[in-house]
């Protein structure tokens, strides 16, 4: 696949992950399935494995952003180690293009966590689990989570 082509599958996939954010939710499955679509390797399997890491595992706030746990799950998903191939090493390749990806969401959303994100969107933090701040929220983070899925999907092809 030349540059020019990539670079366009890569805006392509910032345009669904985006979208499929505001209209569906659930970032990791929105950036698994935005690959999926994109450039393939995703299974549904895995879309659906990765739905409770959304709101930083379970909407506990406290871990990795889900996006960003999505686009983790998509790199592996061609570069991870299988099962039958344990005994092979550690597949190093996999974790140097992840803490790419990391590194990348850290410069630019100044965190990791779905709780330091918020923080960073808002001003503070929110209890997903509480109906009325997590509407709160919905309605402060404008397009910001949006942004974060699509650039994290953008990523992710980049590095494919």
Known sequence: ?????KSAMAEKAYELAFNYELEYGCCPQCV???VKETIGYVTDDTIKASHGLS???????????????????????????ERNDFDKGKYITNFKHGQK??????TEFG??????????FTGKTFDLWNAKEYAQFDKEREHQCAHASAMVSKWVIELL
């Open 1 to 5: 696949m030349g540059v020019s082509e």
């Open 32 to 34: 698994l399935t935005t």
């Open 55 to 81: 709101g930083g595992g379970g909407l506990t706030g406290v871990g990795a952003c889900g996006a960003l746990t999505g686009g983790l799950m998509a790199l592996s998903c061609k570069r991870g180690r």
């Open 101 to 106: 990806l990391v590194e990348r969401f850290k």
């Open 111 to 120: 965190g990791v966590t779905c709780q330091e994100l918020q923080q960073q």
